[in-house]
């Protein structure tokens, strides 16, 4: 039931600190930082710095300090009682992103107790003070401790496509020195358990399942542990009364990041001890009497733990299993700071601000104006580009046109008959004149209605032309006011409503009439 309990609450802890963790992002650090290369790297940094290598140093990183408790357990012969404590104090220290080595000192004590008699126990020298086939419950307790080096391998810190997360997997497999020293409770003060473990074995029967032998055994019996267990005597290494053999060590854990310099660690660890005494008993007897045989098998112990782990040290990154090694990489790509980029080549070859890879017109004669494509503008598309056309708006009706542009506009329907005898003098009628506003030259919309019916009548009447009049003061400003407006006049006539510019006469006479007016008369 106990066991039950315990792995209950580990599946708490664990679920508790996973939901935590996942929130949490690993380090990093900065590439530029050269507190953190060791002296030995800095050459390579340099170059690094300077373009000529491809990777950085790699920087010193700290050490990690731990310390743990947690159930230890003994895997043996006997029965083993469960949970029992351990504890474990280590160093660690990363070689790679993804190895690290780590030394640590491992202390238990292990219990056992069989819920089942053994009556063929004449080879074990701790129940000597039984006699032959009468009962015993075969227990002890063992103080272990151990010293191994390890090494670990970091499975989850590099990342692809998110930074490393705040929680480490990790497994990894040692070798190193068990040292034991087991005891077995085999008498109450002086005398053996003769009548206790002769009460239970005739009562077993009775006793509806193996907790209950178990329960009545520990309430019967004391807890003083007092008989060497069977050893090996001077046949195997001593460390005082300690029997020292050596063992191997496979371990698996998880470790949730709680800041850049503590984290807590959930492991467990399985080592196998070269020696068969570590529970007091190595024989197997047979269940119809006769000699009894070894046991071939190892014993082995089992530590579940539950540690904090402090990294130490100063001017160094957290211990590399923590950071991932794409971080720099993938920082870079994001956000280039130290690859070396070519300069662009955009070459303009024609010089019209539009670069060869864009334009559609290679070739552009110098000072054309171009659109986004660079190609050369023709804003009334008479097909003589605006650079060279002397008429820049030619209608439609009046092109196509000649090398500089100008059309020829053909005579309206209702005078391509008549008598050019009828039609040599011009009688449009008088015409409006356009007033101005203070010192304006821009045309009003009612200035705009007077000049589209004079070009309505211009357009009837193709032998008429129009002189344009302004009358400026003696000053130089009205003067040059005056030819503003007569030239809006004028550029409105053709832009706007088609008129040719050799059908329009300006003229500015000085006192001749209001200086804010601008009068419009045909050529008789």
């Known amino acids: 039931m106990s066991s039950k309990k315990y792995k209950l ?82 160093i660690r220290k990363a070689f790679g992103y993804l190895f690290s080595m780590r030394l640590q000192y491992l202390y238990g004590v292990g219990k056992g107790l069989n819920f089942t008699s053994s009556l063929q126990h004449q080879n074990n020298s701790a ?128 470790a949730f990041k709680l800041g850049k310099r503590v984290n807590l660690a959930i492991e467990d660890r399985f080592t196998i001890i070269k020696d068969d005494l570590l529970d007091g008993q190595q024989w197997q007897e047979h269940p119809a009497g006769g000699d009894l045989a070894l ?22 990154t957290e211990p590399l299993y923590w950071l991932n090694p794409l971080d720099y990489a993938y920082s870079e790509i994001n956000n280039p700071k130290h690859m070396k980029l070519p300069k662009p080549i955009l070459d303009d070859t024609d010089g019209d601000g539009v670069i060869d890879q864009l334009d559609k017109e290679p070739n552009t004669p110098a000072g054309c104006p ?70 304006t030259r821009s045309l009003s919309s009612d200035a705009k209605a007077m000049l589209a019916t004079v070009a309505s009548k211009l357009k009837e009447s193709a032998n008429c032309n129009i002189t344009v009049t302004g009358y400026p003061a003696a000053s130089k400003a009205s003067q040059a006011l005056c030819n503003k407006r007569i030239d809006a006049i004028r550029m409105y006539l053709m832009e706007s409503e088609g008129i040719s510019g050799d059908r329009i006469t300006t003229n500015c006479e000085v006192g001749g009439g209001d200086a804010n007016t601008v009068d419009i008369k045909s050529n008789q």
């Open 295 to 316: 046991t071939p098998d190892y014993d082995s112990y089992n530590y579940a733990s539950v540690g904090l782990n402090f990294n130490i040290g100063a001017k160094s």
């Open 9 to 90: 609450l580990i599946l708490g802890i664990f679920s508790l600190l996973s939901l935590g963790s996942f929130a949490q992002q690993g380090g990093t650090y900065d590439i530029y930082d050269s507190s953190v290369i060791s002296p030995k790297g800095m050459a390579q940094q340099n170059e690094f710095w300077n373009n000529t290598y491809d990777f950085p140093a790699k920087p010193r990183n700290m050490w990690e300090l731990g310390i743990s408790g947690g159930a230890f357990t003994v895997s043996g012969d006997v029965r083993a009682k469960f949970p029992t404590i351990g504890g474990a104090i280590h």
């Open 127 to 254: 129940w000597a003070a039984y006699p032959l086939n009468s009962p015993v419950f075969y227990n002890y307790k063992a103080k272990v401790q151990d010293l191994s080096l390890q090494g670990i391998f970091t499975l989850n810190n590099v990342r692809f496509h998110k930074q490393k997360n705040g929680f480490l997997i990790y497994v990894g497999a040692g070798l190193g020195g068990t040292i034991y020293h087991t005891m077995v409770n085999a008498l109450n003060g002086t005398q053996p358990y003769t009548q206790l473990f002769q009460s239970q074995l005739s009562a077993a029967n009775v006793y509806k399942n193996r907790k209950d032998v178990l329960d009545a055994l520990k309430a019967g019996m004391d807890d003083s542990y007092e008989t060497e267990a069977q050893n090996h005597g001077d046949r195997r290494p001593k460390m005082g009364d300690n029997t020292l053999r050596p063992s191997g060590t496979l371990l698996a854990g998880m």
């Open 370 to 439: 171009v659109d986004t494509h660079g190609v050369t503008k023709d804003t009334d598309g008479d097909g003589v580009p605006d650079c060279k056309d002397k008429q820049l708006i030619t209608p439609t009706e009046c092109q196509p046109v000649d090398a500089d542009g100008v059309g020829k506009c053909p005579d309206p329907e209702c005078c391509k008959y008549r008598d050019t005898a009828t039609v040599s003098a011009c009688n449009i009628g008088d015409l409006p004149s356009i007033s101005f506003k203070g010192n």
